[in-house]
């Protein structure tokens, strides 16, 4: 037996697709055999499995724990929840590693899957390596004991969410977005001192309301709206696995991902003073700065949540964080990106700064930056093209940081281009103290590009 992947299915963090076009239950049972047959060989046996709330989910599930078992792996069955439940059970439970079927924050259609590998993130040229075992029918064989159990894991979860809480009395808003943290958050805001209202908890895999990207503001209308009309402190909002944390202020103003992490940083630092903070270089300029002025040690590194989490054990640093909104927290906790977390923990640090969301973006540095701009080259073109820009900017002594792709530092401040591990995107980004700065910077973005035959064209989907 024999099975070939969808080669767009294969990314770097995780394996995706199109459910019904480039991924199906014969590639979810051949990644159960797979992944069964190297843990097996490096002596582990037992795999917590658990799904989101889309529609194609079970049936994913249900082809994955067969072939999980069939090459001889025990499976827990920890069911429906966000991904960070299932990191947490694949922590806390006695298992080797674990997987979460999941789309993340794609539109409905998409599904796929998120693994843990006896407590580390499988990535990378692991995802490779299934993709080759599969093509080569390079599967051991169970012997026909292998088990499947359920784990009712949820309350115990919610009750790890807020062990230790010491934040004050909020009103806030909560958007679930249909998403699979619907009802992890339904069960933590009972738990939590204040007024809370909450948005779209009940787990609809069509998504009806919003996309569940918080990351894209018009995503947040909803939220803003509530906010308004409770006059609430703030809003939360969650992607569709639960694992990315969005914000807006008591205004409706976005509190973007760097913003939350230099917020987060204060109470963190005050603990443990003089720790290492991470975050992905399209992080601004004003996070370095001020984790710096906290007493931290700011580390740039590169975009994604398993590179975040390998750097994280690497330096020991108690936060990192992205500006997608995966948030990571090592200090009392398990060091994996958990929206439900981060957003108890970012509760506790508006009261232990003693400030409000409000006045904690009002104090932030004014800075004007362009979104993610996203557009389309050919997957063979991403990386040379970058790799071209950079040795024309080094050719001409430009201050250039090369840690994932070129970032440019600048008189007016600062450009990002880098290429997309995901897709066949490259991504930019610039962030300069005025829009006058903003122009020139975007116009070099342009010129570098233009260099290298590209135009900056349509935003591209995600």
Request: net charge negative.
């Amino acid at each position: 037996m024999t099975h070939r992947f969808d080669p767009t299915s294969l990314r770097e963090y995780d394996i995706r697709g199109i459910v019904g076009k480039t991924l199906g239950p014969d590639d979810a049972r051949a990644i159960g055999r797979g992944f069964a047959t190297l843990l097996r060989r490096a002596g582990g046996r037992r795999v917590a499995v658990g799904r989101d709330g889309r529609i194609s989910s079970p049936m994913l599930e249900e082809a994955l724990i067969e072939g999980l078992t069939k090459s001889g792996c025990d499976v827990v069955r920890t069911g429906m929840g966000p991904t960070p439940m299932l990191y947490y059970a694949e922590a806390t439970l006695e298992v080797d590693g674990g997987i979460q079927i999941t789309g993340s924050h794609n539109p409905g259609n998409y599904n796929g899957f998120k693994m843990v590998f006896q407590h580390r993130s499988f990535f990378g040229q692991d995802i490779q390596t299934l993709g080759k075992m599969a093509a080569e029918g390079d599967w051991d064989e169970g012997d026909g004991t292998e088990t499947v159990t359920d784990a009712d894991i949820e309350d115990l979860y919610v009750s790890r969410l807020i062990a230790g809480y010491a934040g004050g009395s909020f009103k806030i808003g909560w958007d679930a977005g249909n998403g699979a943290a619907g009802p992890v958050i339904e069960k933590l805001v009972k738990l939590l001192p204040g007024e809370h209202h909450t948005l779209f908890t009940d787990v609809d895999g069509n998504f009806p309301n919003h996309h569940p990207d918080p990351t894209e503001e018009k995503n947040l209308a909803d939220l803003k709206k509530l906010v308004a009309e409770k006059n609430l402190d703030f809003g939360l909002a969650f992607d569709g696995d639960g694992d990315r944390l969005g914000a807006i202020d008591g205004q409706g103003r976005v509190v973007w991902g760097d913003q939350l992490l230099s917020i987060l940083a204060e109470p963190v630092l005050r603990v443990d003073p003089g720790a290492t903070i991470i975050a992905d270089v399209k992080a601004s300029q004003a996070l370095y700065d001020r984790i710096a002025e906290l007493g931290g040690k700011p580390v740039m590194w590169k975009t994604g949540h398993s590179l975040i989490k390998t750097k994280m054990k690497e330096t020991g640093a108690p936060l990192a964080g992205e500006m997608s909104g995966h948030i990571f927290f090592a200090q009392d906790y398990y060091g994996f990106d958990d929206a439900q977390y981060a957003a108890v923990r970012l509760i506790q640090a508006v009261h232990v700064i003693g400030k409000s969301l409000t006045q904690l973006k009002d104090e932030m540095p004014a800075m004007v930056n362009t979104p993610e701009m996203r557009f389309q080259v050919d997957e063979s073109r991403k990386f040379p093209a970058v790799e071209e820009v950079l040795a024309r900017l080094e050719a001409d002594g430009a201050d250039v940081d090369r840690t994932d792709g070129a970032r440019v530092n600048t008189a007016d401040g600062w450009w990002l281009l880098r290429a997309s591990n995901t897709q066949d995107v490259l991504v930019a980004r610039a962030e300069a103290k005025s829009q006058e700065g903003l122009d020139r910077l975007v116009a070099q973005i342009d010129d570098q590009l233009a260099k290298s035959g590209i135009v900056r064209g349509e935003q591209a989907a995600h």
